[in-house]
């Protein structure tokens, strides 16, 4: 159906696009519906774009390009088997006026066509619209920078994919297109505006507009030469990179910016240079390099003529990161060996971009949390330091003698400051410590720390010295900068500082859990962490209870005060303390448990309002499991204690439905249901409907736990189960017949099956045994995975045991011909062992997923002992198949052995016969 | 069954299940999928590719397609006396070849070869544009004015030099069959301009290559070859031959081929460099595509030649031979045997410490589809000391180069026996491996990360894992991985997902195992959508 293009029409898409801006919901909603219902017929892009061009009214004017673009994003897309939701005609005319449109329009405007061109653009260039390139081209010459602009602008949001997608026919096919008919008119450009900038070198708002320009041909420069090295750009090198190196050392007045923070459009422009020559060095070394000498040179008095402020950052890391990686290549060596050159770089590249600025300081007071991401966990990618860091490796590759010795000269002057004036100069010792940090460490590890250290650096006398008088000092809350300093240098240096140093700064670490900055007691936290993993001599722990016990009381102390400083009341590096902390000490813990089972609690019940922190939650939940383990291995009585304690917050949790708890308080009661060794409690027994719930079972973060608890139920309750609940059996066997059709969770359902096998009473289950196996070999048939075949490998052996050859045999008989099923199961036998995960089975957790679901997360300290229901009496399942194959013959002599040789092939039988030989039976 | 398929809870229909009759597949036949599954070596290992698409400028090591005879005066005595001083311009020319007196014409013809034959912008388009050719092939019939038919073969050659549409005038002329008789001439210096005109049509392309062929020209030229002809003489004939090997889409006939093969073998044992050059270009022509084609080449038995000549100091037989051997490799596992069974692993090693980057990434590429190869192969490859160089390679090649010895060491990982691994690991590839996760080619960085990822599986079977972790960590590269998570192509995104989720989150070690984080899992669900699976197989490209 088509619209009109008439006035009548316009003025009503007018009306209703002006009712989509209308913040009451009862107007804007219906108009929305109305156009979603109508931009199915021909002529509506039109009417748009007519209106968007032609409208009195500005708001329209951007409301329609808005609408239009979104129309785009929608519809544009021909999706094999549905309806081509736009007309061939439509189709053709907006891509006939569209360029033209955009490079019309105010910027607005032109930004959202802009977008509609690459959409536009994705799927139909450059097959479906052969003349857009030349129409592009063609507007270079207007000589109007606002047309080129949007010009250049449109082919970077064309072009930019060629940036990270796989080489093919098809892509490189299309590159090749785009170089014939752009290389060369933007080569040109890319001259011409520079020209135009040195006759405007005057002009600030035409500097401003020409420079733009210059940032997106550079970006359009980094696009077309990523794949590979074209041969127009190899030819025309001389050209760019020329102008490229002028570019690099270019600077005017009118284009620095006040703004301290935001990159101004020189520093846009270096930066993308900085890449492209970096891109350059990367991949077409053969090519490049008779240029790199002259940008190393540039871009290095670059670095030491940029200042301090944020708003250069990205283009000093950018520049950094090129020489750090031109300096270890052999090749290169010689341009960095002179004495002369490692002093400059050392002392104007590296130190200065390694101070603690007024920027970091500022992170280190109010965002404590991202200062710690940055500092401890090394998302620092972008940052000066780590740029500069980078650079001390690369340079210390081929010249670690010569810069360890510039940089110790400087260690120690800094220091000198420090120690001149502390409360003025305290950032020279932060500088140094930095210094001495990059310098030492070659590889580092999150749980060993530093693992290979620079030999001309004594880290020992360093940390005497330097680090433990910090530490040692009584105000905890004095330089909080060179404390967090102080206890990063432990942490990262703990395998080279000797235990005795180390034992010394335990209790300081102790104490600095009380500093009032977040950054400060957070690390102490961590560092103690740290120390209580470190493994000693036999894998045992370095640290021993009782080298820590004259410190428990206070350690337990400052640990959860430290929860209550402000900031930290979720902070996942103390929770983390706390939980390693139960776990080293042990029974040293058991007097403090009422105190802290009690603080954990309310704990609990206060984060659980709304949880916003998983791994403070996580380690919670574990410290929770580590008091019960504790104390209950001591006295198993005590489990009432800790149900007293708990069960009220769980039941809240329960109610509330907490979604990112249920999974933990499910694994928490399994392991207090667990610990009981009489029959179940009547208080577990009454939650036992509720478990069956499908809503429960919808989550896929739930089934684990939920699994894991049905079993304790089993484990515990059986009989309690079939006389007083018999009722629930063909839910539990309902969730059991859910968890097997997903391939996700089947294994859950055998864990499930098998408990159910395993504990409860034959005659509970005889009616359903027969569809037990219809189900089982339903999903045999219909979708196998190994994980499938091997749990039911498992289960059939458990079955033979519980219920006996026979019992199995009748069930075959019931269902199915039985030899198939004996071949398969000498198939499964021989079947070589497979340890790869096939490609369908290994996301099928989060296909089944419908939307967010709260993940499953094991608690470590809520572990369960594996179990094996067979133990000793099945230890070869070969073996076991021969002798449950001898029962059954002895059962109905003369079926069997008839039926396996003619059922088996040549090749399952050889085996077959190889069992039987091995368990010394043969078949009646 | 679809993944998305639900159970209900309710007993009703828990007890109206349906009952069929499932089977199994027969053993052999799951084994074979769970085995082999995507490591069939003849997946790993590719010819060049049909159709090359690159932006590339054209390789300068490449052999010549087309040549013009350039000559100045002195050296050419065989017309010297009889056109002292004779100088025309072009419209003398013109009329002096289309004038009905021999002697007039001789005058113009050497005159017009002179034009085209001078060293600077000899004036091919003029003479194209003039309309001589008609003429000139026309000369090529005269057998009774031998001097006049070089005059005129010579002309026409370096007109066929010229570009494709200028080659082609030539032969829409008809110049083919002339110039293919010509080659039985009795006089040499004629039939060896012959053979140097044809040779320029048939390396214009497959169209004009097939012509020549097809005209019959390949058993006269085979006659020409004797001992007793001049060096040049059979520098031009081999060169020839070389251009009537190349070029694909389609390949020379199989006849053609198989006319040739014997006499190239001849040639290959020659002793003058030039001789050795085309010739072992002629083979890489040759070697180049289907196992079939491959098989032909190696069954002529050239192959320990070809190794020994892959030891010459001189490039230009450097060149083709490593490529011959490089394009046999290709081939299947016993073709790959006869290679190695001649030797060229031994040379191997050598050609990766070649001071030409691109010789060192020819050897790398032939030592990936060497490791593409069954684990014997590969047991071979570490015994003949090729890690070590490798290595080096990974560590301070040039790109092109270091992206070869990423697909070796990926080859290698995919098929080799966890013993072979070991080695390799210890070898000290990782280092080199992990610092070029930050290079920018999206495909490199994948294939690296499947290295990883399978290094890892097989630690983790030795109980090593955790060292393995570590030793990854140290060297930077969980560090490298976590930052590809957000890597803008969704492949690359998502194996480094994988590998931090399987291998990377903390506290296993220490007992715990933290939760998921929930922006993970959406972004895991939006990147799953793209997927395609790891990469296994090796799309082998020229090099």
């Given at each position: 159906m088509a619209m009109e293009l008439s006035d009548a029409n316009l003025q009503t898409l007018t009306e209703y696009l002006k009712k989509t801006l209308d913040p009451d919901p009862a107007i804007r909603r219906p108009a929305e519906k109305f156009l979603e219902s109508v931009e199915g017929n021909q002529n509506y892009p039109l009417l748009l774009l007519t209106l968007l061009e032609k409208s009195q009214d500005n708001v329209i004017k951007v409301c329609a390009s808005v609408t239009f673009k979104n129309y785009i994003k929608r519809n544009w897309r021909i999706v094999e088997d549905e309806p081509n939701k736009i007309c061939e005609a439509d189709r053709v005319a907006i891509k006939a006026n569209i360029v033209h449109l955009m490079l019309s329009s105010p910027e607005q405007i032109q930004k959202q066509l802009s977008d509609a061109i690459s959409i536009i653009g994705r799927e139909d260039f450059p097959q479906k619209w052969p003349d857009l390139l030349t129409e592009m081209v063609n507007r270079f010459q207007s000589g109007d920078f606002h047309v080129i602009n949007g010009v250049l602008r449109t082919a970077h949001s064309l072009f930019k994919r060629y940036r990270h997608e796989f080489k093919s026919n098809e892509l490189w096919t299309e590159i090749k297109l785009v170089l014939d008919a752009f290389a060369l008119p933007l080569t040109n450009l890319f001259k011409a505006t520079i020209e135009l900038c040195s006759t405007h070198a005057n002009d600030a708002s035409a500097l401003r507009i020409l420079f733009s320009s210059l940032i997106l041909i550079s970006k359009l420069f980094y696009s077309l030469n990523f794949q590979d090295l074209p041969e127009f750009f190899e030819d025309n090198m001389e050209t760019w990179m020329n102008n490229f190196h002028t570019l690099l050392t270019l600077d005017n007045k009118l284009l620095q910016t006040d703004d301290e923070e935001e990159a101004g459009l020189l520093e846009l422009l270096k930066s993308q240079i900085c890449d492209n020559a970096a891109l350059y060095a990367q991949k077409y070394d053969e090519e490049f390099q008779r240029y790199l000498p002259r940008f190393v040179t540039a871009i290095w008095n670059l670095l030491v003529t940029t200042?301090?402020?944020?708003?250069y950052d990205l283009l000093v890391s950018n520049a950094i990161q090129f020489l750090a990686s031109v300096c270890e290549r052999p090749h290169y060596k010689n341009l960095f060996e002179d004495q002369n050159t490692l002093t400059s770089i050392c002392e104007k590249v590296i130190v200065p971009n390694m101070e603690f600025r007024a920027a970091d300081e500022e992170a280190f007071e109010d965002n404590s949390e991202e200062y710690i991401r940055r500092d401890l966990e090394g998302s620092d990618i972008d940052t000066r330091r780590r740029a500069a860091c980078d650079l001390v490796r690369g340079l210390c590759k081929f010249f670690e003698g010569p810069v360890t010795g510039i940089f110790s000269g400087y260690v120690n002057s800094m220091l000198q400051e420090y120690a001149k004036n502390p409360s003025v100069n305290w950032k020279h010792k932060d500088a140094a410590i930095y210094l001495v940090t990059s310098l030492a460490s070659k590889a580092q590890t999150q749980k060993h720390g530093i693992t290979q250290a620079n030999e001309l650096v004594n880290l020992t006398e360093f940390f005497v010295n330097h680090i433990l008088p910090d530490l040692k000092s009584a105000n905890v809350n004095e330089f909080p900068v060179l404390k967090a300093d102080g206890i990063k240098y432990i942490m990262i240096f703990r395998n080279q500082v000797p235990k005795e140093h180390l034992l010394v700064s335990i209790p300081l670490l102790i104490n600095h859990l009380q500093a009032e900055s977040i950054v400060v007691h957070t690390y102490a936290a961590h560092a103690l962490e740290r120390l209580f993993t470190m493994r000693g001599p036999n894998n045992a722990?370095?640290?021993t209870a009782a080298e820590i016990a004259p410190f428990v009381e206070i350690l337990l102390t400052n640990l959860f005060k430290a929860l209550t400083l402000p900031g930290s009341s979720e902070n996942e590096y103390i929770m983390k303390a706390i939980m390693r902390s139960f776990s080293l000490l042990q029974e040293a813990i058991i007097p403090y448990i009422p105190t802290l089972i009690t603080q954990l609690t309310q704990k609990l019940l206060a984060v659980s309002k709304n949880p916003s922190k998983p791994h403070f939650n996580h380690y919670m939940f574990e410290a929770i499991c580590l008091s019960i383990r504790i104390t209950c291995k001591a006295n198993p009585a005590a489990v009432v204690n800790f149900e007293e304690a708990l069960f009220l917050v769980f039941t809240e949790i329960l109610q509330n439905d907490v979604q990112e708890f249920i999974p933990y308080v499910f694994q928490v009661m399994s392991l207090l249901l667990e610990t009981?060794?009489?029959?179940?409690p009547s208080s577990y027994m009454a939650l036992f409907p509720h478990l069956l719930q499908p809503v429960l079972w919808e989550r896929t973060g739930n089934i684990p736990a939920l699994v894991r608890l049905l079993q304790a139920f089993l484990e515990r309750g059986s009989n309690t189960i079939a006389s007083a609940a018999a009722d629930k059996i063909p839910g539990l066997l309902g969730v059991f017949q859910k968890l097997i059709a997903s391939k996700a969770n089947d294994h859950q359902g055998f864990y499930l099956l098998n408990s159910i096998i395993e504990h409860m009473p034959p005659e509970s289950v005889d009616q359903y045994r027969k569809q037990i196996f219809i189900l089982l070999f339903q999903r045999l048939q219909n979708s196998k995975t190994t994980k499938f075949i091997k749990s039911f490998l498992v289960f059939i052996n458990l079955y033979c045991i519980k219920y006996g050859a026979l019992a199995l045999q009748e069930i075959f008989d019931g269902i199915q011909p039985k030899t198939p099923l004996l071949q398969s199961l000498i198939g499964l036998f021989e079947l070589p062992e497979d340890d790869t995960i096939p490609d369908e089975e290994h996301f099928i957790d989060i296909e089944d997923t419908p939307g967010y679901q709260t993940a499953f997360s094991q608690l470590a300290f809520a572990g369960k002992k594996e179990h094996d229901p067979v133990g000793q009496m099945v230890n070869n399942p070969k073996i076991h198949l021969a002798q449950s194959l001898h029962k059954l013959s002895t059962a109905c002599p003369g079926r069997v052995p008839s039926m396996v040789s003619t059922s088996l092939n040549a090749e399952a039988l050889q085996y077959l016969q190889g069992y039987l030989q091995a368990a010394s039976v043969t078949l009646l | 069954m679809s993944q998305r398929a639900r159970a209900s809870l309710s007993p009703a229909l828990w007890l109206t299940v349906p009952v069929n009759m499932p089977t199994l597949d027969a053993p052999e036949e799951r084994l074979r999928k769970f085995k082999y599954r995507g490591k069939d070596a003849s997946m790993r290992r590719q010819q060049r590719m049909a159709v090359s698409l690159e932006?590339?400028?054209?390789?300068?090591?490449e052999q010549a397609l087309k040549r013009r005879n350039i000559t100045n005066v002195s050296s050419d005595p065989a017309s010297e006396q009889l056109t002292k001083g004779v100088s025309l311009n072009l419209q003398e020319i013109i009329n002096g070849v289309n004038a009905s007196d021999p002697d007039l014409c001789f005058q113009a013809t050497q005159a017009a070869r002179k034009m085209l034959s001078r060293?600077?912008?000899?004036p091919l388009k003029l003479i194209v544009e003039a309309g001589l050719i008609p003429r000139l092939v026309e000369f090529l019939k005269s057998s009774l004015h031998p001097c006049l038919q070089f005059e005129a073969a010579w002309a026409l050659t370096n007109i066929a030099s010229g570009t494709s549409e200028q080659t082609q005038a030539v032969v829409e002329s008809g110049a083919i069959q002339p110039l293919v008789e010509l080659l039985s001439s009795p006089h040499m210096t004629v039939c060896e301009q012959a053979v140097w005109a044809l040779g320029n049509i048939a390396g214009d392309g497959p169209e004009f290559r097939d012509l020549v062929i097809s005209s019959n020209a390949i058993p006269h030229l085979l006659a020409l070859v004797s001992s007793t002809i001049p060096i040049t003489f059979l520098r031009n004939i081999t060169w020839t031959l070389s251009n009537l090997c190349r070029n694909k889409s389609p390949y020379p006939c199989k006849k053609a081929v198989k006319q040739m093969l014997p006499v190239l073998f001849h040639l290959l044992q020659h002793e003058d460099g030039e001789v050795l050059s085309d010739t072992c270009w002629a083979l890489s022509y040759l070697s180049d595509g289907c196992n079939e084609r491959i098989g032909q080449v190696v069954d002529t038995g050239v192959l320990p030649r070809l190794v020994q000549l892959m030891t010459s100091s001189e490039l230009n037989i450097l060149t083709p031979s490593l490529r011959t051997v490089g394009n046999i490799v290709t081939g299947t596992d016993h073709q790959t045997q006869v290679a190695i069974d001649a030797g060229i692993l031994n040379v191997l090693p050598q050609l990766l410490m070649h001071p030409r980057s691109s010789i060192q990434k020819e050897a790398a590429w032939a030592l990936s589809n060497v490791a593409a190869g069954p684990c014997q192969h590969i047991q071979q490859l570490i015994a003949c000391g090729t890690l070590p160089p490798l290595v080096a390679l990974l560590k301070n090649g040039e790109f092109k180069v270091q992206k070869e010895a990423v697909w070796t060491v990926a080859n290698f990982t995919t098929g080799g026996t966890i013993d072979q691994l070991i080695q390799l690991v210890h070898s000290g590839v990782l280092e080199p491996l992990v610092n070029l996760l930050t290079i920018q080619d999206p495909k490199i960085v994948t294939i690296i990360l499947d290295v990883i990822s399978l290094i890892l599986k097989a630690a983790e079977k030795l109980s090593e894992k955790e060292n393995m972790c570590l030793l990854i960590e140290e060297i930077g590269g969980v560090d490298k991985i976590e930052a590809l998570q957000l890597h803008e192509n969704p492949q690359v995104a998502l194996t480094a997902l994988n590998i931090i989720e399987n291998?990377?989150?903390?506290?296993e070690e220490n007992g715990t195992i933290l939760p998921a984080l929930d922006q993970d899992c959406e972004y895991l669900n939006h990147l799953t959508k793209n997927y395609q699976g790891p990469t296994t197989s090796k799309p082998r490209t020229t090099p």
């Amino acid at each position: 159906m088509a619209m009109e293009l008439s006035d009548a029409n316009l003025q009503t898409l007018t009306e209703y696009l002006k009712k989509t801006l209308d913040p009451d919901p009862a107007i804007r909603r219906p108009a929305e519906k109305f156009l979603e219902s109508v931009e199915g017929n021909q002529n509506y892009p039109l009417l748009l774009l007519t209106l968007l061009e032609k409208s009195q009214d500005n708001v329209i004017k951007v409301c329609a390009s808005v609408t239009f673009k979104n129309y785009i994003k929608r519809n544009w897309r021909i999706v094999e088997d549905e309806p081509n939701k736009i007309c061939e005609a439509d189709r053709v005319a907006i891509k006939a006026n569209i360029v033209h449109l955009m490079l019309s329009s105010p910027e607005q405007i032109q930004k959202q066509l802009s977008d509609a061109i690459s959409i536009i653009g994705r799927e139909d260039f450059p097959q479906k619209w052969p003349d857009l390139l030349t129409e592009m081209v063609n507007r270079f010459q207007s000589g109007d920078f606002h047309v080129i602009n949007g010009v250049l602008r449109t082919a970077h949001s064309l072009f930019k994919r060629y940036r990270h997608e796989f080489k093919s026919n098809e892509l490189w096919t299309e590159i090749k297109l785009v170089l014939d008919a752009f290389a060369l008119p933007l080569t040109n450009l890319f001259k011409a505006t520079i020209e135009l900038c040195s006759t405007h070198a005057n002009d600030a708002s035409a500097l401003r507009i020409l420079f733009s320009s210059l940032i997106l041909i550079s970006k359009l420069f980094y696009s077309l030469n990523f794949q590979d090295l074209p041969e127009f750009f190899e030819d025309n090198m001389e050209t760019w990179m020329n102008n490229f190196h002028t570019l690099l050392t270019l600077d005017n007045k009118l284009l620095q910016t006040d703004d301290e923070e935001e990159a101004g459009l020189l520093e846009l422009l270096k930066s993308q240079i900085c890449d492209n020559a970096a891109l350059y060095a990367q991949k077409y070394d053969e090519e490049f390099q008779r240029y790199l000498p002259r940008f190393v040179t540039a871009i290095w008095n670059l670095l030491v003529t940029t200042g301090q402020e944020v708003k250069y950052d990205l283009l000093v890391s950018n520049a950094i990161q090129f020489l750090a990686s031109v300096c270890e290549r052999p090749h290169y060596k010689n341009l960095f060996e002179d004495q002369n050159t490692l002093t400059s770089i050392c002392e104007k590249v590296i130190v200065p971009n390694m101070e603690f600025r007024a920027a970091d300081e500022e992170a280190f007071e109010d965002n404590s949390e991202e200062y710690i991401r940055r500092d401890l966990e090394g998302s620092d990618i972008d940052t000066r330091r780590r740029a500069a860091c980078d650079l001390v490796r690369g340079l210390c590759k081929f010249f670690e003698g010569p810069v360890t010795g510039i940089f110790s000269g400087y260690v120690n002057s800094m220091l000198q400051e420090y120690a001149k004036n502390p409360s003025v100069n305290w950032k020279h010792k932060d500088a140094a410590i930095y210094l001495v940090t990059s310098l030492a460490s070659k590889a580092q590890t999150q749980k060993h720390g530093i693992t290979q250290a620079n030999e001309l650096v004594n880290l020992t006398e360093f940390f005497v010295n330097h680090i433990l008088p910090d530490l040692k000092s009584a105000n905890v809350n004095e330089f909080p900068v060179l404390k967090a300093d102080g206890i990063k240098y432990i942490m990262i240096f703990r395998n080279q500082v000797p235990k005795e140093h180390l034992l010394v700064s335990i209790p300081l670490l102790i104490n600095h859990l009380q500093a009032e900055s977040i950054v400060v007691h957070t690390y102490a936290a961590h560092a103690l962490e740290r120390l209580f993993t470190m493994r000693g001599p036999n894998n045992a722990t370095l640290f021993t209870a009782a080298e820590i016990a004259p410190f428990v009381e206070i350690l337990l102390t400052n640990l959860f005060k430290a929860l209550t400083l402000p900031g930290s009341s979720e902070n996942e590096y103390i929770m983390k303390a706390i939980m390693r902390s139960f776990s080293l000490l042990q029974e040293a813990i058991i007097p403090y448990i009422p105190t802290l089972i009690t603080q954990l609690t309310q704990k609990l019940l206060a984060v659980s309002k709304n949880p916003s922190k998983p791994h403070f939650n996580h380690y919670m939940f574990e410290a929770i499991c580590l008091s019960i383990r504790i104390t209950c291995k001591a006295n198993p009585a005590a489990v009432v204690n800790f149900e007293e304690a708990l069960f009220l917050v769980f039941t809240e949790i329960l109610q509330n439905d907490v979604q990112e708890f249920i999974p933990y308080v499910f694994q928490v009661m399994s392991l207090l249901l667990e610990t009981h060794k009489n029959d179940i409690p009547s208080s577990y027994m009454a939650l036992f409907p509720h478990l069956l719930q499908p809503v429960l079972w919808e989550r896929t973060g739930n089934i684990p736990a939920l699994v894991r608890l049905l079993q304790a139920f089993l484990e515990r309750g059986s009989n309690t189960i079939a006389s007083a609940a018999a009722d629930k059996i063909p839910g539990l066997l309902g969730v059991f017949q859910k968890l097997i059709a997903s391939k996700a969770n089947d294994h859950q359902g055998f864990y499930l099956l098998n408990s159910i096998i395993e504990h409860m009473p034959p005659e509970s289950v005889d009616q359903y045994r027969k569809q037990i196996f219809i189900l089982l070999f339903q999903r045999l048939q219909n979708s196998k995975t190994t994980k499938f075949i091997k749990s039911f490998l498992v289960f059939i052996n458990l079955y033979c045991i519980k219920y006996g050859a026979l019992a199995l045999q009748e069930i075959f008989d019931g269902i199915q011909p039985k030899t198939p099923l004996l071949q398969s199961l000498i198939g499964l036998f021989e079947l070589p062992e497979d340890d790869t995960i096939p490609d369908e089975e290994h996301f099928i957790d989060i296909e089944d997923t419908p939307g967010y679901q709260t993940a499953f997360s094991q608690l470590a300290f809520a572990g369960k002992k594996e179990h094996d229901p067979v133990g000793q009496m099945v230890n070869n399942p070969k073996i076991h198949l021969a002798q449950s194959l001898h029962k059954l013959s002895t059962a109905c002599p003369g079926r069997v052995p008839s039926m396996v040789s003619t059922s088996l092939n040549a090749e399952a039988l050889q085996y077959l016969q190889g069992y039987l030989q091995a368990a010394s039976v043969t078949l009646l | 069954m679809s993944q998305r398929a639900r159970a209900s809870l309710s007993p009703a229909l828990w007890l109206t299940v349906p009952v069929n009759m499932p089977t199994l597949d027969a053993p052999e036949e799951r084994l074979r999928k769970f085995k082999y599954r995507g490591k069939d070596a003849s997946m790993r290992r590719q010819q060049r590719m049909a159709v090359s698409l690159e932006l590339r400028k054209a390789k300068k090591d490449e052999q010549a397609l087309k040549r013009r005879n350039i000559t100045n005066v002195s050296s050419d005595p065989a017309s010297e006396q009889l056109t002292k001083g004779v100088s025309l311009n072009l419209q003398e020319i013109i009329n002096g070849v289309n004038a009905s007196d021999p002697d007039l014409c001789f005058q113009a013809t050497q005159a017009a070869r002179k034009m085209l034959s001078r060293e600077r912008n000899p004036p091919l388009k003029l003479i194209v544009e003039a309309g001589l050719i008609p003429r000139l092939v026309e000369f090529l019939k005269s057998s009774l004015h031998p001097c006049l038919q070089f005059e005129a073969a010579w002309a026409l050659t370096n007109i066929a030099s010229g570009t494709s549409e200028q080659t082609q005038a030539v032969v829409e002329s008809g110049a083919i069959q002339p110039l293919v008789e010509l080659l039985s001439s009795p006089h040499m210096t004629v039939c060896e301009q012959a053979v140097w005109a044809l040779g320029n049509i048939a390396g214009d392309g497959p169209e004009f290559r097939d012509l020549v062929i097809s005209s019959n020209a390949i058993p006269h030229l085979l006659a020409l070859v004797s001992s007793t002809i001049p060096i040049t003489f059979l520098r031009n004939i081999t060169w020839t031959l070389s251009n009537l090997c190349r070029n694909k889409s389609p390949y020379p006939c199989k006849k053609a081929v198989k006319q040739m093969l014997p006499v190239l073998f001849h040639l290959l044992q020659h002793e003058d460099g030039e001789v050795l050059s085309d010739t072992c270009w002629a083979l890489s022509y040759l070697s180049d595509g289907c196992n079939e084609r491959i098989g032909q080449v190696v069954d002529t038995g050239v192959l320990p030649r070809l190794v020994q000549l892959m030891t010459s100091s001189e490039l230009n037989i450097l060149t083709p031979s490593l490529r011959t051997v490089g394009n046999i490799v290709t081939g299947t596992d016993h073709q790959t045997q006869v290679a190695i069974d001649a030797g060229i692993l031994n040379v191997l090693p050598q050609l990766l410490m070649h001071p030409r980057s691109s010789i060192q990434k020819e050897a790398a590429w032939a030592l990936s589809n060497v490791a593409a190869g069954p684990c014997q192969h590969i047991q071979q490859l570490i015994a003949c000391g090729t890690l070590p160089p490798l290595v080096a390679l990974l560590k301070n090649g040039e790109f092109k180069v270091q992206k070869e010895a990423v697909w070796t060491v990926a080859n290698f990982t995919t098929g080799g026996t966890i013993d072979q691994l070991i080695q390799l690991v210890h070898s000290g590839v990782l280092e080199p491996l992990v610092n070029l996760l930050t290079i920018q080619d999206p495909k490199i960085v994948t294939i690296i990360l499947d290295v990883i990822s399978l290094i890892l599986k097989a630690a983790e079977k030795l109980s090593e894992k955790e060292n393995m972790c570590l030793l990854i960590e140290e060297i930077g590269g969980v560090d490298k991985i976590e930052a590809l998570q957000l890597h803008e192509n969704p492949q690359v995104a998502l194996t480094a997902l994988n590998i931090i989720e399987n291998h990377f989150c903390e506290g296993e070690e220490n007992g715990t195992i933290l939760p998921a984080l929930d922006q993970d899992c959406e972004y895991l669900n939006h990147l799953t959508k793209n997927y395609q699976g790891p990469t296994t197989s090796k799309p082998r490209t020229t090099p």
